[in-house]
């Protein structure tokens, strides 16, 4: 469960990334969905190492605020960038 935690995770930093060479608007909304995918994905992982005591509460409700800020800013940016378009 953690390496998927492990991949997801870094997922979104690497989708960011790649959307900031994007070939067109299009595109570039396009990465930056698939990290606001990953995020959602990374939620599920942290939720299940938290509810079997792989991680403390302490460690889940840091990487979850973390996790819930990336996913707001990914979903006003992907919100903008379309209203824009």
């Given at each position: 469960m953690s390496?998927?935690?492990y991949k997801s995770g870094t997922s979104i930093g690497a989708n960011i990334h790649e959307g900031l060479q994007a070939q067109s608007k299009a595109d570039f909304i396009s990465k930056l969905g698939i990290a606001l995918k990953e995020a959602s994905e990374t939620t599920?992982?942290?939720k299940l190492l938290f509810r079997t005591?792989?991680?403390t509460q302490q460690m889940f409700e840091s990487m979850m605020t973390d996790c819930d800020e990336l996913s707001r800013l990914l979903t006003?940016?992907?919100k903008t960038s379309k209203?824009?378009?």
């Open positions: 390496m998927q935690l599920y992982w942290l005591d792989y991680i006003a940016i992907i209203d824009n378009q």
